[in-house]
């Protein structure tokens, strides 16, 4: 598949995925998409995951030492990865430390502990996967993968009672993340902001657009300048979908702490 921009503007509400293949040979269960609405003026790219594809590995890094997304992808050999738990310092360099604010567990090691007023995507030993608060992990011992991010911005299809759409909500670049209501779909999603042709989406806008992708659970991840979803293209070249904008520089990517990767294994 070739890289391609967002497809032609239509109205929030009138927006409808059209989903490809993006890796048929190598991954059979990975899906792209993208779109771009008109009221609000937003651009934003999307992945649906199938779970139960036998042949999927998701991947997570140190979390101790930054990387920019587009880093991870290729060093890692993944076919796509997306930015995940908010974190500190801040800056556009590789290999710097970082502390993660939230859970991030890698193939069962607990990299960074739950930060219990966050939430978080939680990949079970037993096949689950659910979106869950990261107080309810108390006990760590069932969990292969977690990312922890900000909060619900889904639940049950609907929008939580804190969430309503609103015109004057805050705006940012916004990373997420949805299930379908069977579990047994993932989706991941970038909205690109500050910027002219894509102005930011609220937590609401946020949720609604998982909802329209498919997903009856969604998490919001770091946003803001640490937007970024990188996708190893069929020409073996790695590249952001998005268009990151670290310190207010459009295409200027973010080193950030923990990344969620996609690896096809035989």
């Known amino acids: 598949m070739e890289r391609e921009s967002a497809p032609d503007r239509v109205g929030f509400e009138d927006f409808s995925p059209n989903w490809q293949m993006f890796a048929p040979d190598v991954l059979p269960g990975l899906f792209f998409t993208s779109g771009r609405t008109d009221s609000p003026r937003l651009e934003f790219w999307a992945l649906r995951i199938d779970l139960t594809e036998l042949s999927l590995e998701f991947v997570v ?32 360099r590789d ?111 946020t949720g609604l657009i998982l909802q329209k992708l498919g997903a009856a659970s969604g998490l919001n991840f770091d946003g803001g300048g640490s937007t970024a979803m990188a996708l190893r293209f069929p020409d073996g070249r790695v590249r952001t979908v998005n268009t990151p904008i670290h310190s207010g520089i459009p295409g200027r990517e973010r080193a950030v702490a923990a990344c969620l990767g996609l690896r096809a294994v035989e």
């Open 61 to 92: 890094n140190s979390a101790t030492r930054s990387t920019k997304v587009s880093s991870f992808v290729r060093d890692y050999a993944l076919l796509a990865g997306i930015n995940t738990v908010p974190f500190y310092p801040v800056s556009s």
């Open 95 to 205: 290999g710097e430390a970082r502390t993660s604010t939230g859970v991030v567990v890698s193939a069962g090691l607990v990299l960074s502990p739950p930060a219990h007023n966050y939430d978080a995507l939680v990949f079970f030993r037993d096949g689950r996967a659910r979106i869950i608060p990261q107080s309810k992990l108390a006990d760590l011992s069932a969990v292969k993968t977690a990312i922890g991010g900000f909060r619900i911005i889904l639940n049950d299809s609907e929008l939580p009672p804190r969430l309503s759409p609103s015109p004057t909500a805050p705006r940012h670049p916004r990373s997420a993340a949805g299930l379908s209501a069977d579990g047994r779909t993932l989706y991941l999603l970038v909205i690109d902001g500050r910027r002219r042709a894509s102005i930011g989406a609220t937590e609401a806008e």
